[in-house]
C-alpha cells in the first residue's frame, strides 16, 4: 500500500486552478440591477416624503391654525395680536409650505429622470457617470432642505423684529439675549434632527450604492490594464 504523503496533497489541491463562480459581466449585470434597485427606493422614498408633506400642508391650510403657537410666543414678548398679524403669518406659512412642496417635488422629477437614464446595456463608464450623479442629486436634495428649514428660521426671526418695531416694544436685555439663544439652539436642533433622519433613511442607501460604485470603478480600472 502506497504512503499517503499529506503535504504532497495539500500542494496539488492548492495549484488546481479556482473557477470563478461569476464572470465579470455576470457582475457588472448584478452591481447594475442592485445599483438600479438602491435608486428606485430613494425615488420612492422621495415620493412618500411628497406625498406626506402635501397631505400634511392640506390638513393644517384646512384647519388654519399653524400659526397660533407661534403668536402665542409673540403675545407672551407683548405683542397685540389682530386679523392683519395673523393674515400676515399665515401667508409666510403658506409660502413656506408652498416652497417646500415646489422644491420636493422637484427633486422627485429629477430621481425619476435620473433613474430612468440607467440603463443596463449602457457602457461601464456612463453608468458610473449616471451614479455620481445620482449621488450629488441626492446630496443636493439633503442641503437644500436644511437650507428651507435655516430660511424659515430667518424669515421668522425677521418677522418678529418688524413686529416688536411696528408696535414700538422694546425688549429687556435678558429678554433679548433668551430670544436670541433660543432661536439658535432650535435651529441647530432641527438641523441636527434632520440631518439624522436623512443619514438614517439615505444614509444606508447611498452607502451600499457607494460599495457598487466602488466595484464598478475596480471593474472599469482593471479593463483599462
Not at 412642496?101 to 422637484?106: A, E, I, R, W
Not at 440607467?118 to 432642505?145: G, M, P, Q, S, Y
Not at 436644511?146 to 429678554?175: A, D, K, P, R, W
Not at 433660543?182 to 457607494?210: E, F, H, K, N, P
Amino acid at each position: 500500500m502506497p504512503e499517503f504523503d499529506l503535504d504532497s496533497f495539500k500542494k496539488t489541491w492548492q495549484e488546481q486552478p479556482v473557477q470563478s463562480k461569476y464572470d465579470q459581466n455576470e457582475i457588472l449585470k448584478m452591481l447594475n440591477k442592485k445599483s438600479r434597485n438602491y435608486m428606485k427606493y430613494i425615488f420612492w422614498i422621495s415620493v412618500a416624503e411628497f406625498l406626506f408633506f402635501s397631505i400634511l400642508g392640506l390638513f393644517y391650510i384646512v384647519k388654519s391654525n399653524d400659526s397660533q403657537s407661534f403668536l402665542s410666543i409673540l403675545e407672551k414678548m407683548g405683542v397685540q395680536k389682530d386679523v392683519e398679524l395673523e393674515t400676515k403669518l399665515d401667508n409666510i406659512y403658506l409660502l413656506i409650505k408652498i416652497l417646500s412642496l415646489l422644491v420636493t417635488g422637484f427633486f422627485v422629477v429629477i430621481f425619476y429622470l435620473n433613474y430612468r437614464k440607467i440603463r443596463v446595456e449602457e457602457d461601464l463608464k456612463k453608468f458610473i457617470i449616471r451614479i455620481i450623479t445620482f449621488k450629488k442629486t441626492v446630496n443636493a436634495f439633503i442641503i437644500t432642505n436644511i437650507g428651507l428649514l435655516i430660511v424659515l428660521i430667518l424669515v421668522l426671526t425677521g418677522f418678529v423684529f418688524y413686529i416688536l418695531n411696528t408696535q414700538h416694544i422694546e425688549l429687556s436685555g435678558s429678554e433679548f439675549t433668551g430670544f436670541i439663544v433660543g432661536i439658535i439652539a432650535s435651529t441647530v436642533l432641527c438641523v441636527m434632527l434632520i440631518w439624522i433622519y436623512y443619514r438614517l433613511v439615505y444614509g444606508i442607501i447611498m452607502g451600499r450604492l457607494d460599495k457598487n460604485l466602488k466595484q464598478l470603478k475596480e471593474i472599469e480600472s482593471q479593463e483599462n490594464i
